[in-house]
């Protein structure tokens, strides 16, 4: 005898971006390291785009990840396909070439989402020949670069993604030293509120400076590691309500 209920459909699979595995680095590191269990749309991802050449980049989609998950991975792959792609081009322009990047991946988030969704970015090209960093900050949190001058912002060059389908932003390039350190984090970071006495105060820019110069000869992760550390301590290792992700790039030689 048939039954007279309908069976429920299954769910459809839940489908994360493809975990990243960052490329070695002639000279330098690059590492990331994010806390505890991802609630919304921090992303990063890493390829080889040439043998001199590694991309890499740190999104912050807006919205929850049950509800992003599938503009994630639209956004990896147009960061690695285009990225493969428009590098592998002769006798490029880095800058373009970045430029480029950032449109096509603008473009793409809007026509996914049929519409506008926020995505503040930071994409960098690291250059292991000349140790220079071709970026663009679409929105972001500011890139921060320790040398033996200090620490220096790389702030934004553009609108964030996923808002004007035109919108354009400035790729420029920095020289990194030997001993240099490029700290990237999200805005979980920045915005987390302490505790106790420190309730009405965020962690901020600056407390995430004071961490970075007071590291200089840490390594990529160790870097990444001390600033989610010093959150805790300011949070009273409260569960965040944010994504909280740092992303470093360390030049050893």
């Given amino acids: ?8 459909p299954e ?4 489908v994360e971006p493809v975990p990243t595995v960052f490329s070695k680095i002639e000279g ?22 040439s043998p001199e050449r590694v991309l890499f980049g740190l999104l912050d989609v807006a919205g929850r990840r049950e509800n992003n998950r599938g503009i994630l991975n639209v956004a990896q792959q147009i960061f690695r396909t285009a990225g493969a792609e428009l ?4 006798d490029i322009n880095e800058s373009e070439i970045m430029s480029e990047l950032n449109l096509r991946l ?16 930071f994409l960098g090209c690291y250059h ?3 140790g220079t960093l071709c970026y663009t900050n679409a929105g972001h949190t500011p890139g921060l670069l320790r040398d033996a001058t200090g620490v220096s912002e790389l702030r934004s060059t553009g609108l964030p993604l996923g ?4 919108a354009t932003s400035d790729a420029p390039t920095v020289g990194l030293q030997k001993g240099a350190a490029l700290l990237l ?10 505790h106790h006495d420190k309730a009405a105060e965020e962690f901020g820019l600056d407390r995430v400076k004071t961490v970075l110069q007071s590291l200089s000869s840490s390594g990529a992760e160790a870097l990444c590691r001390s600033v989610l550390n010093a959150i805790g301590e300011f949070t009273g290792h409260c569960p965040p309500h944010d994504d909280q992700t740092a992303l470093a790039l360390v030049r050893s030689a």
Avoid at 163 to 166: C, E, G, P, T
């Fill in 185 to 194: 984090v999200s805005y979980g970071v920045i915005e987390c509120n302490g």
């Fill in 1 to 8: 005898m048939r039954s007279l209920f309908r069976s429920r």
């Fill in 106 to 121: 603008n473009r793409g988030l809007i026509d996914f989402s049929k519409g506008v969704h926020s995505c503040p970015a």
């Fill in 28 to 49: 330098a590191e690059i590492a990331a390291v994010f806390a505890g269990k991802r609630l919304a749309g921090d992303f990063y991802d890493s390829i080889r785009v």
């Fill in 163 to 166: 808002l004007f389908s035109h």
């Fill in 11 to 14: 769910p459809a699979p839940i």
């Fill in 87 to 90: 590098f592998s081009r002769p």
């Fill in 128 to 130: 292991e020949k000349f």
